[in-house]
């Protein structure tokens, strides 16, 4: 099985400070998401990329960066953290959504900002 | 731009009964993809079933089934012999076909509580 790895599950930080939020895919997908989650709202796209080196806006990239220098690894970087970037964080992976089984996804990463 | 749309913030139902989740969507393409993913109290986002739009046959998947009326952009989801281990977030999800693009567009999702 595929499978996602966010490197941390719960993290504390102030505002101001450049975090990182680090994504691993064990199964060679081209494909990688970040998506925000937050009550009422659904998950919302954040970044994407097909490719190493290769990254899209989403619908809500303001605030935030990615990185893809290797195909399994996918950052996101919130620049300087604010409190209203407090949320659940999910990162996802696919190969081919339209043959497979649509995306696998990581456990998420609750970020708070204080 | 494509929405999806879940109207049912919050349902509950009693185990061994069914349910059914609403979820209805706004396209004008007439190819894509439709999924509903499942978010237990682990985080896990799982799927539950997906339909491709060219099928006219509902995808099932064991207790899981769909009810796809593409005149009408309505993708419900039927839950039968709910189990305790059904309570969770759903989120019904659209995928478009064109450009080549494989993002995911979400609802809000619903939150659904089976009771012993």
């Known amino acids: 099985d595929v499978k996602v790895t966010q490197s941390s599950r719960y993290l504390v930080k102030r505002t101001g400070e450049k975090v990182f939020l680090e994504c691993v895919q064990d199964m060679d997908h081209e494909n990688m998401f970040w998506y925000r989650q937050d009550p009422g709202l659904g998950l919302r796209l954040i970044y994407f990329?097909?490719?190493?080196?290769?990254?899209e806006k989403g619908d809500i990239p303001e605030g935030y960066s990615v990185s893809r220098e290797k195909k399994e690894r996918f950052s996101l970087i919130l620049e300087s953290a604010s409190t209203n970037q407090t949320s659940m964080y999910l990162c996802a992976s696919s190969l081919d959504g339209r043959i497979g089984p649509g995306y696998t996804f990581g456990s998420g990463t609750r970020l708070t900002v204080v | 731009a494509q929405t999806v749309t879940q109207s049912q913030p919050e349902m509950s139902v009693q185990e061994a009964e069914t349910v059914t989740l609403s979820c209805t969507y706004d396209?004008?393409?007439?190819?894509?993809?439709l999924f509903w993913y499942k978010q237990p109290p682990s985080r896990q986002m799982i799927l539950v079933i997906r339909?491709?739009?060219?099928?006219?046959q509902n995808a099932t998947e064991n207790r899981f089934s769909v009810n796809f009326q593409k005149a009408a952009k309505s993708f419900s989801l039927k839950i039968s012999d709910s189990q305790l281990g059904d309570t969770a977030m759903y989120f019904c999800a659209f995928m478009s076909l064109q450009g080549g693009s494989e993002k995911l567009v979400f609802g809000k999702g619903m939150k659904l509580t089976v009771n012993p």
């Open positions: 396209t004008s393409e007439s190819n894509y993809y």
């Open positions: 990329s097909y490719d190493v080196k290769m990254k």
């Open positions: 339909q491709e739009a060219y099928k006219q």
